[in-house]
């Protein structure tokens, strides 16, 4: 889909520890990612087995944002979950919408 339908280069691939996975996704077990994208997109992909799909889901969409502080107090503000989990010396944060929608927060470089 990603290369033949979108027409993106397959980039890189890695995999995200069990440890991770559990503290955001709530499945703890190492997961795939592939890494797909042109000069003005990527697309991390999350790969699990088809059979793998229940309460728990690893898809999310990635923000890139000026102020990552400003907008986790906007959420506090707003009720807003926020999931965070140690990863080495840095810290990935995830916000999930009313509706369990996950969005992983960056900050722009």
Known sequence: FFQDVLG?????TKTAPPE???????RER???LVY??????Q???????RGDFGATHLSHVCLEVGDVEELL???AAAGIEVRKAAR???CVIFIADEDGNL???KEQA
């Open 8 to 12: 993106l280069a397959r980039m890189r």
């Open 20 to 26: 991770l996975c559990a503290a955001l996704f709530g």
């Open 30 to 32: 190492e997961h795939r």
């Open 36 to 41: 797909y994208g042109n000069e003005h997109l």
């Open 43 to 49: 697309f991390e992909v999350f790969v699990s087995d």
């Open 73 to 75: 107090a906007r959420c």
């Open 88 to 90: 080495g010396e840095s």
């Open 103 to 105: 969005f992983e927060i």
